[in-house]
């Protein structure tokens, strides 16, 4: 059955959700589900913004249709060319034959890339602040190059005031429950995993998210449909706040992250009895995360969250111990920035991977190093609690105001 819902006079929701899915991008995992946006606007001329995932191809379908009602498809606009929206281009191109594709110069060259059809008498290509009027709507197009891939472009309708923002704004996590979020605890259902959404998936590119943040600042917004997750249209100050944050690599909060590497239980224990020690001088919140047995996602976004980070990490092949490089590693590819750190090592006999951290996070801008570097030899000792009250002291001491 159709599940198309009604947004204004004439636009319509047509995505779907994907519950089945374990994993988004095939890396990602998405225990609540994620959500394929689509748009039909019913004009003087149909538009359709965006198509959707092989894996709700039939819901797609079946909703663009009857959001049609009968009427042909007059334009297509691709706002992005990844296949999470465009995997069912080529059908609707077969399905509406005079349909034209509205998009940009790279966006055609992609579509050459994915499939086997020569688009090239059936697209209309735009630029940067070009037009295009279909009756009640006129729609104006903004590049905006690496939000997420660099052919992506957002389109802003003057009459209903609605940006369509393609990935940005976005969220992992499904809407079955209500398609707007002013129909959900923000801080409870949605923060989470839109900001594990943002971080891991465009939290690489915040000099170019904050160059569409200064476009999206210049425009009357009302309501913002992103290709993920529900719909804005009230409280948008909160979510550009979010936005503002992520993207110049600013933490949320203060905060301590403690990310440890543990075989059997001694870098462990030395992370968990640092978080107590933090935790006997107001310091909060500390979150303590096992990196064997928590997804990097998840690390990344609470990182992007919180203002210090500590990492505990035994030596392993004369090296950091797999996980924990990972989320070193996993930070570092998106241009993670802007925190304070501590360090703690473990090794029986040639601790090596305090080093070896330290200097994944040198490449990093903006990384503060805290001076105490706590070693410890196979097993946290009663006399090294000295050194754990050393560096809880030196991280309580920036909570002092
Ligand atoms: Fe949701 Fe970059 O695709």
Known sequence: MQTIQKITSDVYYIGACDMRHRL??????????????????????????????????DRFLENLKAALNGRPLDYVFVHHMEPDHCAVLDDVLTLFPAARIVCNAKTQILIGQ???RDVSDRVLIVKEGDTLATGRHAFTFYMAPMVHWPEVMVSYDAADKILFSADAFGSFGTM???????????????LPEARRYYTNIVGKYGPSVQALLKKAAGLDIQMICPLHGPIWRRDLARLLDKYQKWSTYTPEEKGVVIVYGSIYGHTENAACALAQKLSDRGVYPVHLYDASLTHPSYIVAEAFCYSHLVFASVTYNNGIFPPVETVLLDLKAHNFQNRSVALIQNGSWAPASGKLMAALLSDMKGITLRNTVITI?????????????????????DWVS
Do not use: H
């Open 377 to 397: 030899a196979s097993a946290l000792k009663p006399e090294q609690e000295s050194d754990l009250n050393a560096l809880a002291d030196e991280l309580a001491a």
């Open 176 to 190: 079955n429950e209500c398609l707007f979020a002013d129909g959900r605890d923000i801080d409870r259902d949605w």
């Open 114 to 116: 994915f499939f086997n």
């Open 24 to 57: 988004f991008e095939n890396i990602y995992p998405v225990p609540e589900g994620m959500t394929y946006n689509a748009y039909l606007i019913a004009d003087d001329k149909t538009v359709l913004t965006d198509t959707c995932d092989v894996s709700v191809r």
